[in-house]
């Protein structure tokens, strides 16, 4: 499809780039956590990062580390891309609320896969506690 689409450059946000992938690339990487702390990951999602992350950071034209501890635990293991990394680290837009009210009661966006190391749980107990808070 890429070839088809006669695509300039392709922008993997999730840490694999497609196998037959030939124009140049950006891969960005949130953490290394199957390697670091490979006990909190299911293991066929250990097994996906470590056959494809490997590949991909060779592979990438850039890779794009969404902070300095993740650029460090790559170059840890993966000495070679340390030429072609840079940190972008993710941003958000913020509601003018004095304007735009987009929701009638607060809400958390939580962007991610679920799994016990990303601790949803501790994230819907602040938004109830926040909402007590509200109606108190």
Known sequence: WARKDSIESFWAPRHHLPILLRSPSVLSIHDLAWKIVPDTMPSPRR???SLLM???IA???KVAPVS??????IEE???QPANKMEVVTPGCMTFNTASEKPHSRPYILIVGTIEPRKNHYLALMYLVYIQ???DS
């Open 47 to 49: 097994l996906q990062e």
């Open 54 to 56: 490997p590949r991909s």
């Open 59 to 61: 592979k990438a034209s």
């Open 68 to 73: 300095f501890a993740t650029k460090q635990q």
């Open 77 to 79: 293991h993966w000495p």
């Open 132 to 134: 007590k808070l509200i």
